[in-house]
């Protein structure tokens, strides 16, 4: 039977293939559960808030991770309580174990942090030192085969016919019905009779301006006063932080 070493030098054995597939065996079937009516979905409730069934003690195989402080109680924590934990993890840093490593390190090269902590000059350097002296890569292996004839000789491709046509579009206009054709269709009037009328044309340019000063005025509002919202939010989960 094969063995394999990692990097604490210990030696285990490789499970056998066909024990994994006996063992951990992948059910992506929905459960019979949705599929059971309600009366009997009722009853298995009520039976297992009244006599839940009794599983034995839990057993854990593995060590328990010290996770200190979880995530949702660090933001519940009120500001000048995390400033002073920054200031004391600053002036007398917490002395950790040394770390154990169980697997095998893979070089990635630098971060992207790494690159974007440099200062301006030295990623200009860089650029220009790629570009005058590139470095060079070994072969691609390509392990698919190439392609000769993606499109096969016996596809017809047609063009779409605005693309053929180099005159431009006429659009003839519509045949009035008959049903249609004793509709009387107002006249324009004119600017000298609706000034007698009383009544003055608008300007559409003036009155566009006008709706989009309104409705300009309107998102103002509306970001002023989510704005207050979240300030008087923040005044209050400051005062009463419990």
Do not use: C
């Amino acid at each position: 039977m094969p063995y394999r070493s990692n990097a604490a030098e210990a030696w285990y054995p490789e499970p056998d293939a066909s024990d994994l597939q006996a063992v951990h065996q992948i059910d992506l079937l929905l459960p019979a559960s949705l599929s059971q009516p309600l009366w009997k979905s009722l009853l298995g409730n009520l039976r297992d808030t009244f006599a839940p069934e009794k599983l034995p003690p839990l057993e854990l195989t593995s060590r328990p991770i010290d996770l200190g402080v979880p995530l949702g109680e660090r933001l519940r924590l009120p500001w000048y309580r995390t400033v002073f934990t920054n200031l004391g993890e600053v002036i007398s840093p917490e002395t950790l174990p040394p770390l154990e490593l169980e697997s095998v390190s893979v070089d990635v090269g630098e971060l992207i942090s790494d690159q974007l902590s440099h200062l301006w000059f030295s990623s200009l350097l860089r650029n220009l030192a790629d570009r005058l002296v590139p470095e060079r890569l070994p072969k691609l292996e390509l392990t698919a085969k190439p392609i000769v004839n993606i499109v096969p000789e016996t596809w017809l491709l047609l063009p779409s016919w605005s693309d053929v046509i180099s005159t431009p579009k006429v659009f003839y206009p519509d045949k009035p019905n008959a049903a249609t054709s004793s509709v009387v269709i107002p006249l324009p009037i004119s600017a000298v009779t609706a000034t007698a009328q009383g009544v003055l044309p608008k300007n559409p340019t003036e009155a566009g301006l006008v709706r989009e000063l309104r409705r300009s005025r309107i998102r103002t509002f509306v970001w002023m006063g989510v704005a207050a919202v979240q300030v008087i939010y923040l005044i209050v989960s400051i005062i009463q932080p419990n």
